[in-house]
C-alpha cells in the first residue's frame, strides 16, 4: 500500500491531471499506478511527461533508454521500476531476458549500448561526478554530444521515477522484479 493516496481511477485524480492521464491510457493503454501516484500533483506529472516525451522524440534508440532504466533503477533499487522497465523492455524494446539481466548489472551484451549503460550507472553511482576519462569512453564509443546529454537526462528522469516510488511506496502492478542482491 502507497504511503499517499494513489487516485483509483482518472476520474478521482485531480481536475488538472485528468487531461494528463487520459492521454497516458491513450498512448500505453492503460494508466500505471506510478502515473496515478505523480496525478497527486498536477505540476509533477506535468514535468514528468514533459521531459519524458521530450527524451522519447531525442536520439537514443528506444532499446537504450529501457537499458539505462532498467540499470538506474537497480543501482537505486526501484522495485517498482525494475518490474515497469522489465516488462517494457520485453514489450517495447524487445530485449530478451539476458539482455535484461545485463542491464541490471550495468551493461550490455551489445557493445555499443554497454558503454552507455556503463556510463548512466556510473552517473548514477557517483552522483554525477564522472571523470573526464568516462565522457572520453562515451565518445570513443561512437556516442554525439546530444547523445551524451541525453543519457544524463535518462539518468535523472530514471532517478526522479524511482525516488517518488520508493519513497511513496508505490503499489507494483507488474509482474514483481525484485533488485538484485547487493
Known amino acids: 500500500m502507497s504511503r499517499i493516496p494513489t487516485p483509483p481511477s482518472i476520474e478521482t485524480a485531480p481536475a488538472a491531471s485528468r487531461p494528463l492521464l487520459e492521454a497516458v491510457k491513450k498512448q500505453i493503454g492503460s494508466v500505471p499506478n506510478m502515473f496515478r501516484i505523480f496525478a497527486n500533483s498536477p505540476a509533477a506529472l506535468e514535468g514528468y511527461l514533459g521531459l519524458s516525451g521530450a527524451l522519447g522524440k531525442g536520439v537514443l534508440p528506444a532499446a537504450t533508454r529501457e537499458r539505462i532504466a532498467l540499470a538506474i533503477a537497480e543501482v537505486n533499487g526501484c522495485n517498482y521500476c525494475l518490474a515497469a522497465?522489465?516488462?517494457?523492455?520485453?514489450?517495447?524494446?524487445?530485449?530478451?531476458?539476458?539482455?535484461?539481466?545485463?542491464?541490471r548489472h550495468g551493461t550490455s551484451t551489445d557493445a555499443k549500448a554497454a558503454v552507455a549503460v556503463r556510463f548512466a550507472a556510473g552517473i548514477a553511482r557517483?552522483?554525477?561526478?564522472?571523470?573526464?576519462?568516462?565522457?572520453?569512453?562515451?565518445?570513443?564509443?561512437?556516442y554525439s554530444?546530444?547523445?551524451?546529454?541525453?543519457?544524463?537526462?535518462?539518468?535523472?528522469?530514471?532517478?526522479?521515477?524511482?525516488?517518488?516510488?520508493?519513497?511513496?511506496?508505490?503499489?507494483?502492478?507488474f509482474p514483481v522484479v525484485e533488485a538484485l542482491a547487493a
Not at 517494457?88 to 539481466?101: C, N, Q, Y
Not at 554530444?145 to 535518462?154: F, G
Request: zero cysteines; aromatic letters at 4%.
Open 126 to 142: 557517483s552522483r554525477g561526478a564522472v571523470a573526464p576519462a568516462d565522457i572520453t569512453a562515451v565518445r570513443n564509443a561512437g
Open 145 to 173: 554530444d546530444a547523445e551524451i546529454v541525453e543519457i544524463i537526462a535518462h539518468v535523472a528522469l530514471n532517478t526522479l521515477t524511482n525516488y517518488v516510488n520508493e519513497v511513496l511506496g508505490t503499489e507494483i502492478d
Open 85 to 103: 522497465h522489465s516488462q517494457f523492455g520485453k514489450s517495447l524494446a524487445k530485449l530478451d531476458a539476458i539482455e535484461i539481466t545485463a542491464n
